[in-house]
């Protein structure tokens, strides 16, 4: 049986993501699952031609903390990860259930040598379809250096549900990879730039990441042109 500790995301551009996954599978991995999305480009050059978007695959891995750091340490060779633009892989932990000795109930056990580890949070948001990009723009002005916009459904709710709420099926999911010391901040923003505290404008939640490969934000003056 595999154990689950850990999800292993990496982010690369179109068309990548089948040869990353079958390099992960030579690394131990059973499988995985790969999302369409976009990412937001920085350099002012691609910008000044009229390229503000590029397409972004995001794959998505079930893995020990063990194969999670072999996963980082193989991919982050095979595919260049240290260059800029090349991609970026992020790992995010789970906590874990235990059945209690009566085989009845379970409780949850935090694992605390993850506390320490922790130096970067996915914010992810889930607003209707075209707010998306709107929340990006949000976060980068609480100093977010970008983004990656998935597409998604959400699950509607029957017009004669007793609360007053009406979901849009097509929905925007936003994730943002920022550090711990400005995940507050942008969090803020995007709640009050979005007006999240209404009902039916959307969800915002945070996760703990455990270790990056790829990110070029605290890289001298690299994070300027850098893409999320």
Known sequence: MTIIETLFFTIVDRGKANAVLHKARECGAKGGTILLGEGTVQSKLLKKIGVTELHKEILVISA????????????CEAFSFSKRNKGIAFTIP???????????????????????????????????????????????????????LIHGRGAGIPTDFYFPLVIEPQKDVVMIITTKEK??????RIFSDLDLGKAGNGILFTLPITRTSGLFEDRFGESKEGTS
């Open 64 to 75: 020990s903390e063990e194969l999670s750091d072999k996963l980082h340490d193989t991919l």
């Open 94 to 148: 789970f906590k874990r259930w235990h059945k209690q000795t009566s085989g009845q109930e379970e409780k949850i056990s935090g694992n605390s040598s993850y506390e320490h580890k922790i130096t970067h949070y996915c914010i992810i948001t889930v607003v209707d379809k075209g707010r998306g990009r709107e929340c990006i723009k949000s976060a980068k002005t609480a100093g977010a250096r970008g983004g990656t």
């Open 183 to 188: 995940v507050s901040p942008i969090r803020e």
